[in-house]
């Protein structure tokens, strides 16, 4: 079954406040993250990562937290842009294993003028 | 510096019908991949090379048939296309697989099967 997967389809937010996308992940042998957004009709674009080593990784106005006793992932989009309008979605990789990245379903990021 | 390129960005076929979808990369990756996106849906890989002349199979490989090319090349082909091929097509590169590094995405191609 998919080891990586996320708590809302979809989440509203207004322009200017703060975002914050959920993820949740299975493996706990995961030791490497990443955070992509799919605007719509392009490919996913590479927002941030993180390794299992780190809790906290922060971007320009990007920040992801790691919590492994729970194995939540998050990002935290600050003041959020009509451009930031698109489809989240959390990624794994399994210790460079062989089978490439295993994404949720993502969560589509809606601005609320 | 394109990144990742793909061809064709649509296309049409008939049940039975066979293509490939062809993929290049720029920039110097060892390794590249094939993913498919159905609505609503996250992606899920086909096939994987983690370098050139080697290829395997990720979670959904039944139906599809790859080639590396050379280090920059990496073709999809569908031999006998079937409605649930319908789908969007993701290829991807990473610079070294084993380092877990971060892949990179081409724009896609939207197939429809009739």
């Known amino acids: 079954g998919e080891s990586v997967g996320l708590h809302l389809p979809t989440l509203s937010v207004q322009e200017g406040d703060n975002s914050i996308i959920n993820c949740a992940y299975s493996?706990?042998?995961?030791?490497?993250f990443i955070w992509y957004k799919q605007e719509s009709g392009k490919g996913p674009q590479f927002i941030i990562d993180?390794?299992?080593?780190?809790d906290k990784r922060q971007g320009q106005r990007v920040t992801v937290l790691l919590n492994k006793t729970v194995k939540h992932l998050s990002l935290q989009i600050a003041a959020t842009q009509p451009g930031d309008s698109a489809v989240y979605f959390c990624?794994?990789?399994?210790?460079?294993?062989?089978?490439?990245?295993?994404f949720g379903k993502g969560t589509h990021l809606i601005i609320q003028p | 510096n394109a990144g990742v390129t793909q061809t064709p960005k649509f296309q049409v076929l008939k049940t039975g019908q066979s293509m490939t979808l062809q993929c290049a990369q720029d920039?110097?990756?060892?390794?590249m991949y094939w993913y498919r996106q159905d609505p609503g849906m996250g992606l899920r890989l086909i096939y994987y090379?983690?370098?050139?002349?080697?290829?395997d199979k990720g979670e959904v490989p039944n139906g599809y048939n790859v080639s590396r090319l050379n280090k920059r090349e990496f073709s999809l082909r569908l031999e006998s296309a079937a409605p649930s091929q319908t789908s969007v097509y993701f290829c991807?590169?990473?610079?070294?697989?084993?380092?877990?590094?971060?892949?990179?995405f081409g724009p896609g191609t939207r197939l429809t099967v009739l």
């Open positions: 993180i390794r299992s080593n780190m």
């Open positions: 990624a794994e990789n399994i210790g460079g294993g062989a089978d490439g990245l295993t």
């Open positions: 991807a590169s990473s610079g070294t697989f084993f380092d877990t590094d971060t892949q990179y």
């Open positions: 493996n706990s042998a995961s030791d490497y």
């Open positions: 090379s983690a370098s050139e002349g080697t290829t």
């Open positions: 920039m110097n990756h060892n390794s």
